[in-house]
């Protein structure tokens, strides 16, 4: 499999008409259409982050700072 900074990748979800488009840098997109996907990638990096930290589900305890 090649791999790289420039190596993007459109891959089609089967049973479906969408499309999953994965950049070198890890960021993910999603669409029915292959030219969205491909503008997508080639604009690279605007319009789009390698993919940041899931956020803190509501269930999580908070910590707060207690002053000493």
């Given at each position: 499999m090649?791999?790289g900074?420039r190596?993007?990748?459109?891959?089609?979800?089967?049973?479906?008409?969408?499309?999953r488009g994965?950049?070198?840098?890890?960021?993910?997109?999603?669409?029915?259409e292959p030219?969205?996907l491909?503008?997508?990638?080639?604009?690279?990096?605007?319009?789009?982050q390698a993919?940041?930290?899931p956020?803190p589900?509501?269930?999580?305890?908070t910590?707060?700072?207690?002053?000493?």
């Open positions: 090649l791999t900074d190596v993007y990748r459109i891959h089609w979800l089967p049973g479906t008409d969408i499309l994965v950049c070198h840098c890890g960021a993910q997109r999603v669409a029915e030219v969205e491909w503008e997508w990638l080639l604009a690279h990096p605007q319009g789009h993919p940041a930290a956020p589900s509501a269930d999580a305890p910590r707060l700072a207690v002053p000493a």
